[in-house]
């Protein structure tokens, strides 16, 4: 069995990616020992012995570096032959992952407490991201036109939300919902919703509700360490959303859109501060023409809010402080930081004070800087290069997807079944992580026992 070595080479340091490169077949085989070890931490939670059986074939097929197309025809006939039985073992492994009733909460509940045995750190982050699947046709659950990451426009595709996890340790991926659009509620998806074993009682909820819920369930089972959750735009958006992270107790620092308006709790000078926000409320008068007023209101002379980009563009050069960043593949990047508390608007009042993060690119040419803003729920005192490691710590989401997608299949499905997509993603995420175990395992090794890839380095320049 050839296993995909380079996903994790080009993570690992020098030393490192030369210990892959010269494993030899006895170290080959030692791995292929690993792997039916890790498909034993599994292989009770499936209900049936030719379950369990299947499953590991699933997770060798994915692994398997010579499979360029990892559909389940594919996997099934490199692995098991092209003899008399080979369309039955196809349509039977073919059956395992679209349609077989194994229970995904009880193995991803088990793929958690293995991550946080491997990466597990208090200060640990989920990332919240999604991640779309482009589709031909209009037959698999959830297909739909609808914004595509991965097309760069609306395209025709299945949306999936994710978890992710990430430390000074590494990051994998920690558990995924299928989205399903608006349309697919409305009564001319009902017999497109039977087809593809849709249960009857999942309801329309947003990309933002299922990230929540994925969160909270995380949260609430206690199996994995973490102290923060970072997300982009794309979720950070949304005050509800961010409420309900707070209220899971992790501190969260969420990317927002740069026309995000807010009232700064200081004036531009950074010396005086603004009233708080308890004088801007209009009381509730009684009228005597008409009933009391329903909700309460801003008062007349309370300040305006201040979008972030402008907010930015106003603070002297001496408020911002530079740094030199590592951030993912690309390499070193130098930018100046900026941290300032804020009233966050809710319901068009003032709701909770936050802080403010803003991180402008340092670049050699005459461009417009690149941007990026961001809110947190942290404690008043956390330090300004807290605040800078962890917003690098959104990236290695977008690793764990290249490496899924690039060497583990993740998109090469062919599944149009609801149940199908999510076993489909969750073998994936456990393919994934045995990749990650191992490099750790190489590493430590190699004598560099915490390697520093998925964190941000803050260094002040």
């Known amino acids: 069995m050839s296993l995909v070595f380079d996903v994790t080479a080009d993570q690992l340091t020098p030393q490192g ?35 369990r059986e299947w499953a590991a074939i699933y997770l060798r097929g994915l692994l398997t570096a010579d499979v360029a197309r990892k559909n389940v025809e594919a996997m099934a006939l490199h692995l098991l032959g092209v003899g008399p039985h080979a369309e039955r073992q196809v349509r039977a492994l073919q059956q395992f992952i679209g349609e077989g009733k194994w229970d995904d909460d009880a193995i991803l ?77 409305a009564e001319d998806h009902r017999t497109l919703w039977q087809d593809c074993q849709i249960p009857d009682e999942i309801a329309f909820q947003t990309k933002h509700e299922l990230a929540a819920k994925l969160v909270e369930k995380i949260m609430a089972s206690g199996r994995i360490r973490a102290r923060w959750v970072v997300c982009d735009e794309g979720y950070g958006d949304s005050p509800a959303f961010l409420q309900r992270l707070e209220a899971t107790g992790l501190w969260y620092l969420a990317e927002v859109p740069r026309d995000t308006k807010v009232w700064p709790l200081l004036e531009m000078d950074g010396q005086s501060e603004r009233a708080r926000p308890s004088s801007w409320i209009h009381p509730q008068v009684p009228s005597r023409k008409g009933p009391a007023p329903r909700r309460e209101r801003l008062h007349p002379s309370s300040p305006a809010k201040v979008p972030l980009e402008d907010l930015a563009k106003q603070w002297p050069a001496s408020a911002w402080q530079r740094f030199r960043l590592l951030e993912g593949h690309k390499g070193p990047l130098v930018a100046d930081l900026l941290v300032l508390r804020a009233i966050l608007p809710l319901d068009r009042l003032p709701g909770p004070e936050v802080w403010v993060v803003i991180r402008r690119k340092v670049s050699g040419s005459s461009e417009e800087p690149e941007w990026k803003f961001y809110l947190s729920n942290a404690p008043l005192e956390t330090p300004l290069a807290t605040f800078v490691r962890v917003s690098g710590m959104r990236w290695p989401i977008e690793t764990c997807f290249a490496e899924c997608k690039g060497e583990l299949g993740m998109d090469h499905y062919e599944l149009r079944f609801w149940r199908g997509w999510h076993h489909h993603m969750t073998l994936v995420i456990l393919a994934h992580h045995f990749l990650v175990r191992w490099q750790q395992r190489l590493n430590q090794r190699e004598g560099d026992l915490a390697p520093d890839n998925h964190a941000a380095l803050a260094r002040p320049n």
């Open 109 to 185: 509940a088990e793929h958690q407490r293995l991550v946080n045995e491997t990466l597990g750190e208090e200060d640990g982050v989920l990332i919240v991201d999604g991640s779309d699947f482009p589709k031909h046709g209009g037959h698999s659950a959830g297909v739909a036109p609808q914004w595509c990451g991965h097309m760069g426009k609306k395209d025709n595709c299945q949306a999936g939300v994710f978890v992710g996890y990430a430390s000074r340790k590494g990051a994998t991926l920690l558990d995924r919902r299928l989205y399903l659009p608006e349309s697919w509620f």
């Open 17 to 51: 990616r030369q210990a892959v490169q010269e494993l030899a077949a006895e170290e080959i085989a030692s791995l292929a020992e690993e792997l039916v070890a890790y498909h034993q931490h599994f292989a009770p939670l499936f209900y049936r012995q030719e379950q």
